[in-house]
């Protein structure tokens, strides 16, 4: 029986994150992403704001962008390492919200948004692999301006902020799901 749940443990944790990424700029490259000026809000984002919603989103963006810069690791939900479900999974319960934690079973939560509906807060699901059928990648949406900005942790790189315009994530793209 104990030998059953190990090996139901290792194949969950297998079927989670891993994102090998395909680096086609130096290693010393970093992107940073600043919160935006209230000049730049909508008159539809002041009402979301008012309503909670925007505010939780902006939270979670908080929590999540304080472990920009830790190493990737697989399983992984503190400051020693993290990998991308873990991430998404710490920034959402640490704001009280419960959520799985592995990111083929995150994309199945919430509402599924066309990609031009994104806003900060919402997830973004990617199939990495080249074998398999399962989303295997999320990230978090920190901006949306002239491109779309996303947290997430990379094998390579650990927790970075990403464009969407990048070729690998936007040819790895699956969708876009709104949870807050």
């Not at 992403?33 to 505010?55: F, L």
């Not at 990230?139 to 779309?148: H, P, R, S």
């Not at 969407?164 to 040819?171: A, T, V």
């Amino acid at each position: 029986m104990l030998k059953k749940a190990y090996i139901l443990i290792i194949a969950i944790l297998l079927t989670g994150c891993f994102a090998k990424k395909k680096t086609t700029y130096s290693k010393t490259r970093t992107i940073t992403v600043k919160s935006s000026d209230e000049k730049h809000v909508t008159t539809k984002e002041k009402k979301k704001k008012k309503g909670g919603e925007n505010k939780k989103a902006e939270q979670v963006i908080e929590t999540a962008m304080t472990y920009s810069g830790v190493r990737y690791k697989f399983g992984g939900e503190t400051k020693k390492g993290m990998d991308c479900s873990g991430l998404v999974f710490v920034a959402l319960t640490k704001n009280d919200i419960s959520f799985p934690r592995i990111s083929h079973q995150m994309a199945n939560e919430g509402k599924r948004i066309k990609i031009k509906e994104v806003q900060k807060g919402d997830l973004l699901f990617f199939k990495t692999a080249k074998r398999g059928k399962n989303i295997n990648h999320v990230g978090l949406v920190v901006e949306v301006d002239d491109e779309i900005k996303f947290i997430h942790s990379t094998t390579s790189r650990g927790v970075i902020v990403s464009s969407l315009r990048e070729g690998y994530w936007n040819s790895a793209f699956i969708k876009a799901q709104r949870i807050l």
